[in-house]
């Protein structure tokens, strides 16, 4: 039965087929021009980019010049690279300039789409970036693009990891920049920790286009990106805590070990209570007051480490560590710590030396991060299925691009086996006998593990001429992936692995030049040899065709459809042949969650015999129905969890705004006198109550206050014997003194340092207190889901609790700086002493898929964590004119640099060791 949907979109088209009809009048357009721009000499082409920026500069639109700069990109990519766009990448290229995401399948040429929107986005002079998923695709497109936009007189720079400042910056002020999500992000982060605007980097955050933005926005979005550096040390906290755990008894608390909780009963928390104002260590009355957040973190993480975490079961203690234990393989992983405190918990309760804890310096997810560009597109060859993803979070449509040429690609059913055993052997007889006619095979399984499994089976059962592709050196993936075309070759990879690069029938001439000829010159030699691989690979894309195109063969069902897409997508690439097949097995992951006892008992049923599959088109729906629900699922977590960042995030735009606003101020004073009369106004409210008394006025605690916050020692208690007196005039008093001596202060200091030191104090103050203010968050995030048991909103309760700590830290903030700049003083530093050096700081990106940092052992932030005073004062100095002998001739110094002192040792371990 067709439904009056289906009806109306037979008659009308779908939302998508029209959208696509309407670009393609504008797409004929720009082929008309075709010939009028052929003509043009190189030098009159490159003219042209000046001629649209002064269009543009008299008020023209970018929408007005778009198909003539269409026109031109096509003209410059073919002179420069020896490509012309077709039709339908004109379309995808309309698709990016409008904001939207372009759904193009995979050797439709995406990477040269981009071009004609990048182009056309940068005449603004505003900046574009062009994020990939790896440092390898970032360098490659940029230098394999650049030609283009170099051609047409637009500069192109590129971020990858470990780059300095300077360079950063070099990058980011190119008309076009190349580089991963994780630089980008990151290089965000730390640019509000510097102290003054010539020390950032990015320019802003005009036009971004996010290649493989499936991958990017929904994958790799559901964990944040985290700078951190060392805390304090707390040591004495833990230790106190874990004194006071040891008196409850098992009536005070309540153990779920299924879901791995402890929690305190009513009489637990009153006896907690107790115990910790005896100690001084509670503020007010009640634990869950929202100024003792982090006390209620202590406190439950030492519960947890006694109630819930066994010795020699969960953890051991080696050498004086905390060792933990792997509960599915049950091998040690020294090197491993339980984050958010836990691990000291352990430490504390075993009474082993409490290891400092790593505290979030600033934080950002993906999803808040690329919402803050002005327009944002996208491009991948799988989308459609997160669409209603990409609209609800960034606002993004989805537009499917027809292909250049139909796809003539099989597609076979899935073929379903009772076990994983018949699956595999099922498998290893399907590539034999693809292999045996000489057809490619990709072979697709959903983790690394599983790829090394088929592998070891492969190689027991003789089959030997295979790549395993597991690496995480994406040059080397993407030099297998791109000859997985070559007939016979057979290989095994992650459904996720070399993502960007092509996969042509019989080998990518390109990647073989460069392997084979890369110490080669250039000359006759070279070109001949050049020709003869260009030769060998046509012969082989020919013997490849014949055989029936790339096979792709997987071994399982992803959570996700897309990724599923993604993989058969490899295959069939402009209009060539290939087929695709799935074997499942009803021990399969996807399978076993979704009812697999049923399904096993039915096919037993229908009398299915060992070695045999299934295969029937309504298994293919049920399975698509279970993907269907995993994705809803896993799309309401990360809908979850940006809510709560939400919250963060509203805060976070306050306080990067503030920073600068105060590095952009020429002369913060006034801002400075504003907080003053606020704490002013706070302290009196505090000792003078409104419709008190005169002798219920506390003047000796108001004296008392003057002195710590003001550094003034007032006649308080005279003035409130006065006849007559009011609250008003002892406020201008007090105001009165400061007035003067701040005043005196800055006429001592001189005007330009005083702007310098009150500049330099506030934004230390409100760093400092904004990372306190981060660990709150943290630990409030990790205690409100209990606020559920109580029938109220987690969410709700979050958010009303935040905000009143964001107050009570801007109070912080006002008091603090106020404390300092009434006390502060100019100090003389002896010449020879090195300059203070901030603690290192490392960034970290959680894998969401496999649990991994994509970083390994944390990514260096350069120090650029808590600065100090004088930090902006020492910049680098060239190696040549560094003294040894001399620490004041050395400037800044990079932690993990050889110490100029000749010393052989790193900078960090000789003169750059903390004291």
């Not at 006071?244 to 309540?254: A, M, N």
């Not at 990724?563 to 009803?586: A, E, V």
């Not at 700086?817 to 050096?837: C, N």
């Not at 100090?868 to 003294?883: G, I, K, S």
């Amino acid at each position: 039965m067709v439904s009056l949907g289906g009806i109306a979109r037979k008659i009308f088209g779908s939302s998508n087929d029209r959208r696509v009809k309407s670009l393609r009048p504008r797409a004929a357009q720009i082929t008309a021009l075709e010939p009028e721009i052929s003509k043009l000499t190189d030098a009159e082409l490159r003219a042209k980019t000046d001629e649209f920026k002064a269009r543009l500069a008299d008020g023209a639109t970018l929408d007005s010049i778009l198909i003539e700069a269409f026109a031109v990109v096509r003209e410059a990519a073919r002179r420069a690279i020896g490509l012309r766009p077709f039709d339908v990448q004109l379309i995808g290229g309309s698709v990016l300039h409008s904001g939207s995401i372009a759904e193009m399948r995979t050797g439709e040429g995406k990477t040269l789409v981009a071009t004609l929107p990048v182009y056309l986005n940068a005449l603004e002079g505003k900046g574009v970036h062009v994020v990939t998923v790896n440092d390898y695709l970032a360098k490659r497109d940029s230098e394999w693009m650049g030609r283009v936009y170099s051609f047409l007189g637009l500069t192109t720079g590129v971020i990858v990891h470990g780059l300095t400042d300077d360079e950063r910056r070099a990058a980011y002020a190119c008309d076009i920049t190349y580089g991963t999500n994780n630089e980008f992000g990151f290089d965000y982060l730390r640019d509000n920790m510097k102290y003054e605007r010539s020390q950032m980097v990015q320019r802003g955050h005009h036009y971004a286009i996010v290649d493989e933005v499936d991958s990017i926005l929904i994958d790799e979005a559901r964990t944040p990106l985290i700078i951190s550096g060392p805390l304090e040390d707390r040591s004495e906290m833990y230790n106190t805590v874990d004194a006071l755990i040891v008196k409850i008894g098992p009536e005070d608390y309540e153990v779920d070990e299924k879901q791995r909780t402890a929690i305190f009963t009513e009489q637990g928390t009153e006896k907690v209570e107790g115990m910790l104002k005896a100690n001084n260590l509670l503020k007010g009355e009640s634990l869950y007051d929202v100024e003792n957040v982090a006390m209620v973190h202590h406190v439950n993480n030492a519960l947890k480490a006694h109630r819930l975490f066994q010795r020699d079961k969960d953890y051991i203690v080696r050498n004086g560590e905390i060792v933990i234990i792997d509960e599915f393989t049950g091998r040690m992983m020294p090197g491993r710590r339980y984050s958010e405190g836990l691990h000291q918990a352990l430490e504390a309760k075993e009474h082993v030396a409490i290891q400092p804890e790593n505290q979030t310096l600033a934080s950002i997810t993906f999803q808040n991060y690329f919402r803050m560009y002005k327009k944002l597109a996208g491009m991948t060859g799988t989308a459609s299925t997160e669409a209603e993803e990409f609209g609800n979070i960034y606002n993004l449509d989805v537009v499917e691009i027809p292909t250049n040429l139909p796809v003539i690609r099989i597609d076979e059913d899935d073929e379903v086996y009772r076990t994983v055993e018949e699956k595999y052997k099922a498998i290893i007889q399907e590539i034999r006998d693809a292999n045996a006619k000489g057809q490619p095979i990709l072979v697709g399984t959903t983790s690394i593990e599983k790829s090394e499994l088929l592998a070891e089976r492969l190689r027991k059962e003789g089959v030997k001429n295979f790549q395993v592709l597991n690496a995480r050196y994406h040059e080397q993936e993407a030099y297998i992936v791109a000859q997985a075309g070559v007939p016979g070759a057979i290989t095994i990879a992650t459904n996720m692995a070399g993502r960007g690069t092509d996969i042509q029938l019989g080998g990518n001439p390109d990647m073989r030049i460069r392997q084979e000829l890369a110490d080669m010159p250039e000359g006759p030699e070279r070109d001949a040899k050049e020709a003869a691989i260009r030769a060998d690979i046509q012969r082989l894309k020919e013997k490849a065709l014949a055989a029936g195109g790339l096979y792709v063969l997987a071994t399982e069902r992803h959570e996700s459809r897309r990724i599923d897409n993604q993989l058969r997508g490899r295959s069939g690439r402009q209009g060539d042949p290939g087929r695709s097949k799935f074997y499942l097995s009803i021990q399969d992951d996807l399978m076993r969650i979704f009812g697999s006892d049923r399904m096993d008992g039915m096919l037993k049923t229908l009398g299915l015999k060992e070695g045999e599959a299934i295969i029937h088109p309504w298994i293919n729906k049920a399975l698509e129905k279970a993907q269907k629900k995993v994705e809803a699922r896993n799309f309401d977590i990360r809908k979850n969890l940006l809510k709560y960042d939400d919250v963060m995030n509203d805060q976070r735009k306050v306080i990067f705004d503030q920073r600068l606003e105060l590095m952009d101020g020429e002369n913060i004073s006034d801002t400075v006198a504003e907080m003053r009369t606020e704490v002013i106004e706070a302290m009196v409210a505090r000792h003078i109550p409104e419709q008190a008394y005169a002798e219920q006025w506390d003047a000796a605690g108001l004296k008392e206050s003057c002195i710590a916050n003001l550094n003034l020692d007032l006649p308080i208690e005279d003035w409130v014997k006065e006849e007559g007196i009011e609250e008003n005039a002892i406020r201008e008093r007090i105001t009165a003194a400061a007035d003067v001596a701040a005043a005196d202060r800055a006429q001592r200091f001189g005007a330009d340092i005083m702007a310098y030191v009150e500049r330099s104090i506030v934004l230390q103050t409100l760093d400092h207190l904004w990372r306190e203010h981060l660990v709150n968050l943290d630990h409030l995030r990790s205690v409100v889901g209990f606020r559920g048991y109580a029938q109220r909103d987690p969410l709700n309760e979050y958010k009303s609790e935040a905000f009143e700590l964001f107050q009570a830290m801007l109070g912080n903030l006002r008091q603090a700086v106020t404390a300092q700049l009434m006390r502060v003083e100019l100090v003389r530093q002896a010449a020879e002493a090195p300059p203070p050096q901030a603690p290192e700081t490392f960034g970290s990106h959680i894998d969401g898929t496999t649990g991994e940092d994509d970083f390994g052992e944390g990514y260096p932030g350069d120090g650029a964590g808590v600065m100090t005073l004088t930090r902006a004062e020492h910049h680098a100095v060239p190696a040549e004119q560094r003294d040894p002998k001399d620490p004041s001739s050395w400037g800044k110094v990079g932690r993990n640099e050889p110490c100029p002192c000749g010393s052989g040792k790193k900078y960090k371990h000789c003169h750059g060791a903390y004291a």
